[in-house]
């Protein structure tokens, strides 16, 4: 449970299941069947790795640890698990591929200047100063702590990856 | 990664599905469907539930509503707080004391 999305309720489509057309929700998706059905969601996606999607989709978050054939566009941020495959265009202000991952596609990151400067607000107040790459790490605690979460959820599925952990 | 939830899918109050579902899984619905459900264990539709949709299963149960025809193995039992507009077949039905129901039954009786 404490790999799923958080907040709200969750629907979680079992392994045996296998939806066709188009499918809509509120509410955190985990996909753990066969989805051939478009799906637009105002929340998260976690697609579990013996989950299977062969459609577009449109979230606000998407975790992939299974397979995904199709585009995927998210409001927040889209990440691939170590044991995700994705063939299809990435679309979002965050995107992230771990080690390990397969992926054949295009990523667009949009207007990625503005995300940038909205996560690291502090770094927009010092861009006249020359800031040094230890400044810059250190000065990221929005992206560090998502990088922590992702690392906690690999050590969970079994593979162990501390080193991922940027210091 | 909860274990209880592996041969249990619950499809929420706000998630919408036009097309098609098969599993071979109990199945609760408490959002909308409409097409076609296949389900070769049990369908509940609960209180929120709206089907529109044929509906093929071995147990069906309805404390929503439910537009369609209904097909089932084993059993059907409309709730009563449930609605059902359609033909049911299956061997055994059951109709609750204020439950909604307009259409056919077959129980395959000769």
Redesign the interface.
Known sequence: MSDQPKGGTTTAIGRTIVIRGKLRSDEDLVVKGRIEAEITSSKGLHIESSGVVKANVSVQSARISGTVVGNVTAAAKIEIAPDGRVVGDLLAPRIVISEGAAFRGRIDMQNFDEPRQAAYPELAGSAGVAASPTDYAVSEPGGGAALSAAAGGEAEDGEPKGKRKRV | ??QS?????????????????????D?IVQ?RIS?KISCKKNLTVAGSGRVEASVSTRNLSVSGQVVGNVEATERVEVQREGKVIGDIKAPRVIIADGAKFKGNIEMGVD
């Not at chain 2, 619950?10 to 098969?22: H, V």
């Open positions: 990664m909860a939830d592996d041969d249990k899918t619950i499809l929420g109050p706000t998630l919408e599905i036009e097309g098609e579902i098969e599993g071979d899984e199945l959002g097409g």
